[in-house]
């Protein structure tokens, strides 16, 4: 079955640690994005990318950093620049995207990875 | 202010109940979407629409542009059904979401 998955699902660093989450899908979509999930909050994007070898920043990509080198990989790192890492982090994709980070075809997310930073 | 509102925030009903969530929104949109979070935190895609009303088993969702309002209805509701519903609008350069409606069923 097509779809996207994160890994892992939980995951616990020691402040000042890079951490890498993992983002594959094999629906063949060409655009994918990071989102935060915070309590009480919408979704925020961090990053996104239309096409491979291409990404650009979201609206809170300060602290992180990603990677787009195949078409099915998208993984995000959480730097120890990032003040507050600790959160429920969702990758998606979608067929197409604008260019500007807002899909125009319907999201298919991952599951998620919770990431904590102790 | 937020771009995209939903109520209630809150909302729980007995098994067998007509449910109605709301999502009005300020900016002018090329499409809403409508997602389904649940407890375990996996989000999957309900509904993308830009007008009138779509339908998808007990799930129908509708738009009216002109009063910049969405509204997801569930028939017959059922305890797997429990879950947060996520209103998001496209402006076509911005992807706005609301903060979720979480809707608990009871047997």
């Known amino acids: 079955d097509g779809g996207i998955t994160q890994s892992p699902k939980y995951l616990f660093r020691k402040e000042g640690q890079n951490v890498t989450l993992s983002c594959e899908q094999n629906?063949?979509?060409?655009?994918m994005y990071w989102y935060r999930q915070d309590p009480g909050q919408g979704l925020r994007l961090i990053y996104y990318s239309q096409i491979v070898n291409d990404f650009q920043k979201g609206d809170i990509a300060e602290g992180y950093s990603v990677s787009r080198e195949k078409k099915e990989s998208f993984p995000l790192t959480v730097t120890s620049a990032q003040k507050n890492p600790t959160a429920f982090y969702l990758c998606?994709?979608?067929?197409w995207g604008t260019g500007t980070g807002a899909p125009n075809s319907p999201l298919h997310f991952g599951n998620g990875t919770r990431l904590t930073v102790t | 202010k937020n771009e995209v509102e939903q109520s209630p925030q809150n909302l729980t009903a007995q098994e067998g109940e007509f449910i109605t969530i709301n999502c009005s929104y300020s900016?002018?949109?090329?499409?809403l979407h409508w997602l389904q979070q649940h407890p375990g935190g996996g989000i999957v895609s309900l509904f993308m629409l830009s007008s009138g009303k779509k339908k998808h088993g007990r799930l129908i969702a509708t738009i009216n542009i002109q009063e910049k309002h969405s509204s997801l209805h569930i028939t017959a509701s059922h305890p797997r059904d429990s879950a947060v519903y996520i209103c998001?609008?496209?402006?076509?350069?911005?992807?706005?979401f609301g903060t979720g409606t979480s809707l608990t069923v009871i047997p």
């Open positions: 629906l063949n979509h060409d655009a």
């Open positions: 998606a994709s979608s067929i």
């Open positions: 900016v002018g949109i090329s499409a």
């Open positions: 998001a609008a496209t402006t076509g350069n911005q992807f706005y």
